[in-house]
Nanobody, 129 residues
Framework: QVQLVESGGGLVQPGGSLRLSCVGS????????IGWFRQAPGAEREGVSC???????????DYADSVKGRFTISRDDAKNTVYLQMNSLKPEDTAVYYC???????????????????WGQGTQVTVSS
């Protein structure tokens, strides 16, 4: 059974850091593109970062303009885990963060939620003083 579980969210002050984890079970994350997304209240789900397959592709990454230079996505294939390191957090980063896997196109990672097939349950990130 394919399952993704996020963790690492919480309350942090502006300028602080958090590291989110996305652990996969039932499949090997290194074979698929993995994306991080977020959804604030009343807003649509948006792509934050993504990383392509390391087995089929080159593990390339992409970021939304709003997080470039502050967020870093990475893989630890031995732990079947993808991380999202978030630095210099701002109040507008407050949202529920989700990870997802793309099982259709193995060669390219995108920031479009419609391209992803399996989703975790989400973890809340709140940036507030």
């Amino acid at each position: 059974q394919v399952q993704l579980v996020e963790s690492g969210g919480g309350l942090v002050q502006p300028g602080g850091s958090l590291r989110l984890s996305c652990v996969g079970s039932g499949f090997s994350l290194d074979y698929y593109a993995i994306g991080w997304f977020r959804q604030a209240p009343g807003a649509e789900r948006e792509g934050v970062s993504c990383i392509s397959s390391i087995s089929i592709s080159d593990g390339s990454t992409d970021y939304a303009d709003s997080v470039k230079g502050r967020f870093t996505i990475s893989r630890d294939d031995a732990k079947n885990t993808v991380y999202l390191q978030m630095n210099s957090l701002k109040p507008e980063d407050t949202a529920v963060y989700y990870c997802a896997s793309d099982h259709a196109d193995l060669s390219v990672a995108t920031l479009d939620p419609a391209d992803y097939d399996y989703w975790g349950q989400g973890t809340q990130v709140t940036v507030s003083s």
